[in-house]
């Protein structure tokens, strides 16, 4: 069983987010702004020894904020998380027999989900948080019945066993007969009683030779017999000096993995390499738990959810970018935290969640494959989406209208006239005009697909900035770089990603990707008619006039270089052309521009550094790159 979505209320930096989940799901975003809360959230919800009363809350979980001081006053704490089949019949018989109680089943797609909600609010009269757990209806309204029982939930929680990896993993607490994954693993090793027998015969012998072979020992074990003397009661009792574990168990409770990195180094115990390796090792014994074990501890149709801190903790940037595959391989849902750009270059787009903070707390932006408005079932509807049966549908579980890709205006219209009477009428053609507005935001599978091709370099870069500039070329990048230094706004240090899109997959998804994800954008193209369709590409993903004007700017006269000519530049370009080996000689502006578009990142490259330790020669560049460098400054 996947969990599809997570809805979390007023915990900790969150205030109120609806998160899809993926098999896979990877949240990025800086320090502080509550991935780890998402990681915390499903754990409580998730994990059974919350569910005793003063556990699991406290008064630091409670979302604050300036209306509200006081973690004891307001709303409560609320976890949903809703599981669902991808398609009819994903469940087996004995899941959907054992959790009959509480799986509800859309009457249109014959698809079952569970909805799990986890509340906590302050009991005055225990003077302690009290968490809650309750399956929901459709309604989101709990289970009454047969759907109360207490059964259910232990059932249910075998299941859907969750599991915590933090980003210090210690292979020293992991591999040791207390650890959560080794240490079980170990305590089902069965050896055949004969051997056990046998073994602590070879043992004691063994024990008792080692003790003779030097004198030190035998009086070492003669006083250590003093013991019995003292602390015997009525019977004497004994005392021996052990070298060797006493029986089996005592040998496999001290198991440990040696491990030798190359050929001809030493074999060393995983404890002594370094943190890397050791990080690594505790991801993959618990692949190792979860493929010999987990049927057994809990159902065989259990899917286990891994909560996993920072997989790249410690590991070269190589080794992070292969690490990926190995985490995408790892058994059951995974939901992940990184701080790696190396480990974020094949991560799928859509399994990506970018988190931020704000004086409203903790947001969440993705690219989701559906957009969903709750609203309440209408007949009339049934008919607008037997009319567009590929884009809408609506979830009866949970009360939403889903589209699923852009929304025309005639669609909308066509809905709006569906709940014309409505007595939530005004509510209803709200949250229509919200999903509406939404789904221009949609971006399809196929052009996402080009960017994983043609922006995988600069994907890590771009996905950890705070702004997106975007020009055409590499000339343009290395240019505006200099500027940027000359005008004294280093970009890199104020985190700005600058995107050379014709290198890169095409001009308009770029602008597309960063509304989505909420990345603030400026955009300067060529004078050129091809920077007129670059614009124009642009303008179609239905971004308004007002916004093309504060966002996206042209360079007035041609190509950058015809730009860079006619900003009067000929004879710092003419010197930057015969220090790269162009013959001199006199230039008129067409030979000029000639040698220029003959070698663009070359030139490009040196004027760049030379604007970075020039402000004169920054002055005179372009204004439309001196303009956006400016405005770059606090854009939202």
Known sequence: MDIKRVRIRNFRSIRDVEIDLSPTTVFIGPNNAGKSAILEALRIALTRRWGQRGTGFTEYDVHLCEARTDPKIGDPVIIDIELQEGVVGEWSDDLQADLTDIVQVDVTTGLSSIILRVSCAWDAGEESYVPKWEFLNVDRNPLAGRGARAVNMQEFFQFVPVFYLEALRDAAEEFNARGQFWGRLLRTVQIPDALEQRSKRVFDLLNKKLLASDPLLGEMASGISSISQVAAADLPGQAELRVLPLNTWDILSKTEVIYQTEGGKPWLP?????????????????????????????????????????????????????????????????????????????????????????????????????????????????????????LLAFDRNVGQLVVRGVMSQAV????????????????????????????????????????????????????????????????????????????????????????????????????????????????????DAAGADFLASVASRGFSDEEMTLRAARLPDGTLEEQLVKDGLQTELK???????????????????KALKDDKSGYAAVLGHRCATDPALTARMPQAFQAAIRNLRGLQ
């Open 270 to 390: 995983l404890i002594r390499h370094g943190q890397g390796v050791q990080s690594l090792s505790v991801m993959f014994v618990f692949k190792l738990f979860v493929e010999l074990l987990l049927t057994d501890l809990y159902k065989p149709d259990s899917t286990p959810v891994l909560a996993l801190e920072e997989p790249e903790t410690h590991l070269h940037p190589q080794a992070a970018r292969a690490l990926w595959n190995h985490v995408e391989r790892l058994p059951g849902q995974k939901v992940v935290t990184t701080h790696s750009p190396y480990f974020l270059q094949h991560v799928p787009f859509r399994d990506l969640r970018v988190v931020r903070i704000s004086h409203d707390g903790t947001s969440v932006w993705s690219l989701p494959r559906d957009f969903r408005a709750a609203i309440a079932h209408a007949p009339a509807i049934d008919r607008v989406i037997a009319r567009h049966p590929d």
């Open 412 to 527: 909308y219209r066509e809905l709006l006239i569906a709940y014309g009477d409505h007595e939530e009428k005004a509510t209803i053609h709200a949250k229509l005009r919200k999903v509406y507005e939404a789904s221009i935001q949609f971006i399809p599978d196929e052009e996402l697909s080009a960017l994983e091709t043609y922006a995988r370099r600069i994907r890590g870069e771009i996905f950890f900035a705070k702004r997106w500039l975007l020009v055409e070329g590499q000339s343009e990048y290395h240019i505006v770089h200099g500027i940027a230094k000359g005008l004294g706004y280093d970009l890199d240090e104020h985190g700005v990603a600058v995107i050379d899109f014709q290198n890169n997959g095409n001009s308009s998804c770029f602008p597309a990707l960063a509304r989505a994800l909420g990345y603030p954008w400026l955009m300067v193209a060529d004078g």
């Open 575 to 593: 010197e930057i052309l015969i220090g790269l080996g162009t013959p001199a000689g006199t230039f008129n502006d067409t030979e000029l521009l």
